[in-house]
């Protein structure tokens, strides 16, 4: 498969580690706004973000993922693009334990070391970071990052743009707003609402974000 990759930067790093991983696969450019024009350099393209719908005008078969790690950007990009889910490709690390009944989204990233148990459901441009678990019939929207070594036990809802911090863990049944940031390290044992921070053992909600950080 050929792949386009939206950013440069460390995230995208590892990214490209796991799409390596993989036989067959194929990096045809890097498309980031560092770059100031499209460009082919030994059969690879770099250029600006938009500039990838210059290569898709002609019928270039590929597929693309956005390898940024903030919600935010992955989100203002994909509206950017506007383009079809299905030309965003899903990788999942071939370390990753996923059950064969959970469902994820396009243009989702698994990383290595991770589980996925049995009836999660995870939305689209979603990161599930490096060892990180989630457990049955976890909920897991659009635009979410599970960072490192996170913990989300059974029945777990996370809404759309959410971000999990390095290490936390969520008991079951608890429900995490839109766009909520749980801190590193964190224990969530109430439902924390959207647009919040929360940090601690037990987490606590320490400040309200603006909902205009939802772009």
């Known amino acids: 498969m050929k792949i386009a990759i939206i950013g440069n930067g ?3 790093k590892v990214i490209q580690d796991i799409i390596d991983s993989i036989e067959g696969n ?3 450019g890097y498309f980031d706004d560092m770059y100031k024009k499209l460009e082919l350099k030994n059969n690879i393209y770099f250029g600006p973000v938009l500039s ?7 019928s270039y078969e590929f597929k693309i993922v956005i390898s940024i790690g903030e919600n935010k950007v992955r989100k203002s990009i994909a509206q950017k693009l506007s383009i079809s889910n299905e030309y965003y490709a899903t990788f999942i ?4 334990i996923v059950s064969s009944s959970a469902k994820i989204g396009y243009g989702t990233v698994v990383m290595p070391n991770v589980v996925i148990n049995a009836d999660t459901k995870i939305g689209n441009h979603a990161i599930i970071n490096t060892s990180a678990v ?10 979410v990052h599970v960072s490192p070594n996170a913990t989300l036990t059974g029945s777990v809802s996370i809404e759309d743009g959410a971000h999990i911090g390095a290490g936390a863990t969520i008991i079951p049944d608890i429900n995490i707003g ?8 964190a224990t969530v044992i109430h439902n924390i609402p959207s647009y919040c921070t929360a940090a601690g053992v037990p987490a606590k909600v320490k400040n309200k974000q603006s909902k205009r950080m939802e772009v």
Not at 52 to 58: G, H, S, T
Not at 93 to 96: D, E, I, L, Q, V
Not at 134 to 143: R, T
Not at 178 to 185: D, N, Q
């Open 10 to 12: 460390g995230h995208s």
């Open 93 to 96: 690390h071939k370390s990753a």
């Open 52 to 58: 990838i719908k210059e290569i898709m005008n002609e």
């Open 26 to 28: 194929q990096i045809i």
């Open 134 to 143: 989630v457990e049955h019939d976890n909920s897991i929207g659009d635009f």
């Open 178 to 185: 839109k766009w909520a940031k749980i801190g590193a390290g």
